[in-house]
């Protein structure tokens, strides 16, 4: 883990964590988000997290009342972004029989549909189609608030991040 370091997340901006598989990047999201000791975040900033894999938490519920369930949202405001994210036709299905990539999309929506002025994504383009890629793409560049993310997908990570920050066995470096 990190010893030393201090940085500053501005706000407003995309910021993507880059660095060999095993640097860390998934445990200094983690730790930022959960504000571990030493981390200290402004009492404004109100944080999401997607996490690799979250989807293999979801209930056997629908698609739809999960989106409504997790986020105190509208079912036409579900229903709506559900449907950009190209889940209409399955709205009523389980999450249990859902799709890999089914299932990272659902979990996209509830993670957009937050009250959140901070999200960390991690991974957030696995399994995902270009369709829905591009939905991304558009979502985080139009998002107002801050976004910090890892990802592999160095042509995602050109198209939507502000800065560029490389983690290095224990120090962090802006490499934008």
Not at 85 to 90: H, P, S
Not at 101 to 126: C, H, Q, W, Y
Not at 138 to 167: A, C, Q
Request: proline share 2%; aromatic share 8%; glycine share 6%.
């Amino acid at each position: 883990m990190l010893t030393q370091v201090r940085f500053q997340i501005p706000y407003g901006k995309n910021i993507a964590l880059v660095g060999a598989n095993g640097v860390g990047k998934t445990t200094l999201l983690e730790a930022i988000y959960h504000q571990i000791e030493g981390i200290d975040c402004s009492p404004k900033v109100q944080m999401a997290y997607y996490r690799q894999l979250a989807y293999e938490d979801m209930r056997d519920v629908s698609l739809l009342q999960y989106l409504m369930d997790e986020t105190d949202s509208s079912e036409s405001f579900s229903r709506a972004i559900l449907n950009n994210l190209g889940l209409n036709e399955a709205l009523e299905r389980s999450c249990n029989v859902l799709s890999g990539g089914e299932r990272t999309k659902l979990s996209l929506a509830v993670l957009f549909s937050t009250k959140a002025n901070m999200l960390i994504l991690d991974e957030p383009t696995n399994f995902l189609d270009i369709k829905t890629l591009e939905a991304l793409e558009m979502f985080m560049n139009k998002y107002p608030g801050i976004i910090l993310f890892t990802s592999h997908d160095t042509r995602f990570v050109k198209h939507v991040s502000d800065k560029k920050w490389e983690l290095t066995g224990q120090s962090i470096h802006d490499i934008t």
